[in-house]
């Protein structure tokens, strides 16, 4: 995928299910003639936090769950929504992907992906996303309620931002603008073969990238690394020279954007896909002492003890796809995130491609596919929801059917995961999301079109 110059923005700078008694407790009036207040009876509740609760019942007041449980008492300030053979599920959390940055490939001045310049550390997704863009309602209307939509570029890309797909504003949208730093971990970029894989001692194979000797190769990647971690040391002697209050002192966006990462508030996404990109992330973490994510891990299958001792979470790309090398098995795509769970690792899944192809729609049919090659059902689930939203450092406001949480929540006839399974209603935060998309209104166009 080609991406345009970006003109993103600069800026400045586990519980159980409480079974509620037939009288809840005192809780705030629904603001009057809100449209974030409900509730729903009779449906099977799929908490993700417990056991499932048949025939159980979801108060949502002002966007915000407040109660869960069976035998709740119906209040007579809110609307009534009839569950009954449905099942309640919470959104689900696509953990990186470009919707809302890119609208269509082959127009540039749509695609606000890419910025000029190896550190762009400044730069946050939020501020370059278009609420009005046609994926958002696409990829909602699937049962995905939040994304990790992030920007691209060399090393440093900029921050990712974990965004609601719903709202007429990126503040409305936003749940956590600043999520993390996207960084491309440098590496040996070689030619041969679908996975790039060169001799230590021998020449490219020619392929993208792959030109030139294994030598002049390696130099090529030290010296990205050199230049990545002076830019590290450049942000802690500005944090020293801040503190310090010195004549010398000069404010720099880029530099103070990188204030939260050294202090390790803010991790770090690292996209690194192949089992020694992935090993030199970690060391290289280590060295830093940053927190990282481990994103389009292809290879973490091979990293699993590396991965689990240093507690880091991973994103996967699509189980869809093809292998990455061109002697592995051909389900090896389908079975990393088994696993993955096997080994005890923190993991959810991701698109990671542009919103243009509409990838991130498909994100529950790609964790089913993971289902059929041995991760169980529930973790699948888990995968792109509960997970997702503990890896991205929001597992108390999303992710679960929990009290506290936003009502971010879906009801279906059936399973997520299945294609035949029709989402009925769909809430983000409490409100009542629009179901029509694009291809729908097309659909109905051309179904009705004069014989």
């Known amino acids: 995928m080609k991406f345009g110059i970006a003109i993103l923005i600069p800026t400045a700078l586990a519980v159980g299910v409480t079974a509620l008694a037939a009288t809840p407790p005192a809780t705030p009036a629904a603001t009057p003639g809100a449209d974030d207040s409900f509730f729903i009876k009779g449906a099977t509740v799929h908490t993700l936090a417990g056991a499932d609760i048949e025939n159980g019942s979801v108060l949502v007041r002002n966007g915000k ?3 869960v449980g069976k035998n709740l008492a119906v209040p007579k300030d809110v609307k009534v929504i009839d569950g009954k053979g449905l099942q309640v599920y919470p959104g689900m959390i696509d ?11 082959s127009v540039r001045e749509t695609a606000d992906t890419t910025e000029i310049g190896k550190f762009n550390p400044q730069l ?16 909602r209307v699937n049962g995905v309620t939040t994304v990790a939509t992030m920007p691209q570029g060399q090393l440093i890309a900029g921050q990712v931002s974990l965004m609601h797909m719903n709202g007429w504003t990126t503040d409305e949208m936003g749940v956590k603008p600043r999520a993390g730093m996207h960084l491309n971990m440098p590496s040996i970029r070689t030619g041969g073969g679908r996975g790039g894989f060169v001799s230590d001692s021998g020449d490219g194979g020619g392929g993208v990238g792959g030109a030139g000797s294994f030598t002049a190769l390696k130099a090529a990647f030290d010296k990205e690394m050199a230049e990545l971690n002076e830019y590290f040391e450049s942000a802690r002697r500005y944090k020293q ?26 991790p770090i996404l690292v996209t690194a896909r192949k089992e020694r990109e992935i090993r030199d992330a970690i060391t290289w973490a280590d060295k830093q002492k940053v927190k990282i994510i ?16 240093h507690n880091i979470g991973v994103i996967l790309g699509p189980a869809l796809s093809l292998p990455l090398n061109e002697d592995d098995a051909y389900d090896r795509a389908f079975t990393t995130a088994a696993d993955l769970q096997k080994a005890g690792i923190l993991f959810s899944m991701a698109s990671l491609t542009g919103g243009a192809n509409l990838a991130s729609r498909n994100l529950p049919y790609q964790a089913a596919q993971a289902v059929a090659f041995g991760l169980p059902h529930d973790e699948a689930i888990k995968a792109v929801t509960v997970n997702a939203a503990k890896i991205w450092g929001v597992g108390d406001q999303i992710g679960t059917v929990e009290e506290g949480k936003w009502a971010d929540l879906l009801l279906t006839d059936g ?3 299945e294609a035949k399974t029709q989402i009925k209603q769909l809430f983000i ?7 029509d998309t694009r291809q729908k209104r097309l659909y109905e166009q051309y179904l009705n079109r004069p014989q």
């Open 241 to 266: 020279l801040k503190a310090a209050k010195t004549p010398e002192f000069k404010p720099d966006l880029k530099l103070e954007a990188m204030q939260a990462v050294i202090d390790g508030v803010e």
């Open 429 to 435: 935060k409490g409100k009542t999301v629009d179901m």
């Open 65 to 67: 769950i407040i109660g």
């Open 124 to 139: 946050v997704a939020a501020t370059a996303v278009n609420p009005s863009s046609e994926h958002i309602e696409v990829t």
């Open 95 to 105: 953990s990186g992907t470009e919707v809302g940055l890119i609208e269509i490939n």
């Open 294 to 309: 481990l994103c389009d891990a292809v290879e973490a299958y091979k990293v699993t003890k590396e991965i689990k001792a």
């Open 415 to 417: 399973d997520p995961l």
